[in-house]
């Protein structure tokens, strides 16, 4: 609902289906940039204690039950989190499975088509053959309609047949239909071959852009082959969501990579492990510093009293 309420909104004021997806995304992105700059604040203390971490490990090596207490009680001490680096990926799932399912109900969160006129809509389009031969039809009853509309308008009310075709209208992009599916049997031509290509190329950008930073940041995790698959198996997951969805959710993907890179650069840029570690050890500085004083007034005080 809310990411469907969020594209309808734009698309009220733009009247351009593509214009409301990027607003929409960039919406996500700024409303999540909270835990982007938490996790980027994580990642400079995981630096800092990468010189204790190969401490423990070198001590309890072919210990594993000693080596994970002595490694809880650093991150105790040091406030941080073994698994802090999932929940910004925790975050982001339901918003990306909530943006997919927007995309096979536009007519009901976009457009926000009443009920009854719906039902009308999904009525007729029931008795199509476009519905009776797909496997996936009742769930994906609405993108049915909208790409059979001049097949079933006439059961529609007046009022609603011209918003709908205007809208209709604004998912043709670059000669191509946004309720389409990429699929290889395609000719090369067909412009639908941008949204895999554009996928591929932005994840692996992103992919790479990350590995390049963990290396600066976290050498040993950079080592760790798991994070070259991660580097290689996201931009893989990426295309194959490009030809699982519309056309309309590979947009999503490749806005949302490139809003990424730039949310991941301009916060390395302004919360750089550098500046971030500068900025703790001041904060560490000033907070003994005051504990030494309210120790050395209370001395003071029961020398006093004595």
């Given at each position: 609902?809310?990411?469907?309420?969020?594209?309808?909104?734009?698309?009220?004021?733009?009247?351009?289906?593509?214009?409301?997806?990027?607003?929409?995304?960039?919406?996500?992105?700024?409303?999540?940039?909270?835990?982007?700059?938490?996790?980027?604040?994580?990642?400079?203390?995981?630096q800092r204690m990468q010189p204790k971490i190969r401490r423990i490990k070198e001590k309890y090596a072919g210990n594993q039950q000693k080596m994970n207490e002595a490694m809880n009680e650093l991150y105790a001490r040091e406030g941080s989190s073994m698994t802090a680096g999932c929940s910004g990926l925790l975050i982001q799932f339901p918003v990306m499975m909530g943006v997919y399912y927007v995309n096979y109900k536009l007519l009901s969160f976009v457009l926000r088509i009443p009920t009854d006129v719906l039902e009308t809509i999904k009525a007729a389009t029931r008795n199509l053959e476009a519905f009776t031969s797909n496997k996936n039809s009742e769930y994906q009853i609405e993108i049915i309609a909208l790409q059979n509309f001049d097949q079933i308008k006439s059961v529609v009310p007046t009022e609603y047949v011209t918003e709908i075709e205007e809208f209709i209208s604004n998912l043709n992009f670059l000669e191509m239909n946004l309720l389409d599916k990429p699929q290889t049997s395609l000719p090369l031509s067909?412009?639908?071959?941008?949204?895999?290509?554009?996928?591929?190329?932005?994840?692996?950008a992103m992919g790479i852009y990350s590995w390049l930073k963990q290396r600066k940041t976290n050498p040993e995790m950079a080592k760790n082959p798991s994070m070259g698959c991660m580097t290689l198996l996201t931009p893989f997951m990426s295309i194959w969501f490009s030809f699982m969805f519309p056309a309309s959710?590979?947009?999503?993907?490749?806005?949302?990579?490139?809003?990424?890179?730039?949310?991941?650069?301009?916060?390395?840029?302004?919360?750089?492990?550098?500046?971030?570690l500068a900025k703790t050890m001041v904060d560490e500085t000033i907070n003994r510093r005051a504990r030494e004083k309210i120790f050395k007034n209370v001395a003071e005080t029961l020398n006093e009293d004595k």
């Open positions: 609902i809310p990411f469907g309420y969020l594209i309808g909104f734009f698309y009220e004021i733009s009247n351009n289906f593509i214009l409301s997806l990027l607003l929409m995304t960039l919406c996500v992105k700024l409303i999540l940039l909270p835990s982007s700059i938490k996790q980027q604040k994580g990642m400079a203390k995981t067909n412009p639908l071959w941008l949204i895999p290509i554009l996928t591929g190329v932005t994840s692996v959710v590979g947009i999503y993907i490749i806005f949302s990579t490139i809003f990424s890179m730039i949310q991941m650069v301009v916060t390395n840029i302004v919360y750089s492990p550098k500046k971030v």
